[in-house]
C-alpha cells in the first residue's frame, strides 16, 4: 500500500538546522511531485516547499525562504527537507506530500514534530 514516512523531526534551538527525509513506497515516486506542509497550532496547514517530479524546480514560501534546501533522490524514494536558521514560528508538524500533477492523485504522510525553543 501506498505509504509516506517522513523523520528527522524533533527539538532544535533557535538558530539551529534538521533535516527531514520522507521514505515513499507504494507508487512510482519519479511520477510525482513532493512537498512539504507544516501546521501549527490552531492555524491552517501551509505548503512550505515543493520540488518537481525530476528536481528540476523547486518552490519555496516566502517565510522560509534562503532558509531550506528541498532535494530528493528518485533511485531511494526519498524526499528531502533541509532547514536552517531555524525560529520559533517555525514550530509545527511537518509533513510530506506526493501529488500526481496530470492525474491529481495525492498521497499524505504522517507527519513528524518539529520543535523550535531554547
Known amino acids: 500500500q501506498v505509504q509516506l514516512v517522513e523523520s528527522g523531526g524533533g527539538l532544535v534551538q533557535p538558530g539551529g538546522s534538521l533535516r527531514l527525509s520522507c521514505v515513499a513506497s507504494g507508487f512510482t515516486f519519479s511520477n510525482y511531485a513532493m512537498r512539504w506542509y507544516r501546521q501549527a497550532p490552531g492555524k491552517e496547514r501551509e505548503l512550505v516547499a515543493s520540488?518537481?517530479?525530476?528536481?528540476?524546480?523547486?518552490i519555496f514560501a516566502d517565510s522560509m525562504k534562503g532558509r531550506l534546501t528541498i532535494s530528493r533522490d528518485n533511485a531511494k524514494n526519498t524526499v528531502y527537507l533541509q532547514m536552517n536558521s531555524l525560529k520559533p514560528e517555525d514550530t509545527a508538524v511537518y509533513y510530506c506530500n506526493a501529488l500526481h500533477v496530470e492525474r491529481g492523485w495525492r498521497y499524505w504522510g504522517q507527519g513528524t514534530q518539529v520543535t523550535v525553543s531554547s
Open positions: 520540488i518537481t517530479s525530476t528536481g528540476g524546480r523547486t
